[in-house]
């Protein structure tokens, strides 16, 4: 069989590489270039993924295996449904997670596409999940084995299209195997480290990128829970709910963002004890197979560092309401929550606001729990 594997220069993906060729396939290697270098890059201070340097690694990691690689420009398609809304979704008081929509938009379907131009059956990704079929012949997407570097949450966007197409070969291994299985292939990244920074903002300082993209962001007020104006703050988009530090303002106890208001460029900050949420609505919601049925039991995933929380899902069409069996701290409007049935991912959606826990009405949640 003739394979596509997506080489982001990593050890993850070159592994891939190399055990899809092991396994006697006819394998081709794709890499992505998504943005240009950075001058944190050229200075020599970061080094994120998608990088011109892991571009040659993953050329390198080809030239080891003896099979062909190809280099496609998606700068423009990546700039445009993922950059660009990431910088949007800040200044709308959002916080986004770009990897989700990067798979959604970038990393499947145009690979589908120019798999098929190329007369490819199969994508293989070196993400950490799991696929199989269920009685009905639907596509199961799982977590993967090692539950500290599954990303099946980042997945929960993808299709019965895009599934049945797909391969992850590193789902059944953890990173030990897979740092094993790269030295004994030979493989020139075999002792590469990992990047944990999103990839185009390699310095952490989202706020710079947001305003390298868009326009002034809304400034405002900083008002605690009970009402009281506490100090003005430069832009939305340098907060995010949950958030502790860089609050600007200093009131003898410890604050936190419970609510961030771009329509009127207010910022409510609180004890930890407002961000206390019972529940969530979630739009723009994807169904991996049948929508789970009314007040299903599921596991509640609300990031992706989150180890979930029990509760009852209720689904219509696109758009959900889940309500947790025990509180939940800092549930974050434009966050995915991903719904699981054991490690089966059911599907999910955006938050949309969170939901008062019963028999509280924080501020910050008022009106929400209809």
Known sequence: MRVMVAMSGGVDSSVAAGLMLEAGHEVVGVTMKLRDTTPEERAGRSAS??????????????????????????RDLFRRTVIEPFAADYLAGLTPNPCVRC???????????????????????????????DPAGRRRLRAAVDAHKDQSYFLFGLDQAILKRVAFPLGGMDKDRVRAAAHRLGLPVADKPDSEDICFVPDGDYARVVEQVADAPPTGPIRHVDGRTLGQHGGVHRFTVGQRKGLGVATGERLYVVGVDADDGAVTVGPRAALRAGGLRAAGCNWIGAPPTPGQRSRIRIRYRHRGVDGEVFADGDRALMRFDSPQIAVAPGQAAVVYDGDVVLGGGWIERALAVSGEAPRAMEGAAS
């Open 103 to 133: 798979n959604d938009h970038v990393k499947f379907a145009p690979l589908i596409e120019r798999a098929d131009m190329l007369g490819i059956d199969t994508v293989v990704t070196g993400h950490y999940a799991r696929l199989d079929t």
């Open 49 to 74: 993924c998608c990088s011109p340097d892991d571009l040659m690694d993953a050329r390198r990691v080809c030239d080891t295996l003896g099979i062909a690689h190809y280099v496609v420009d998606y």
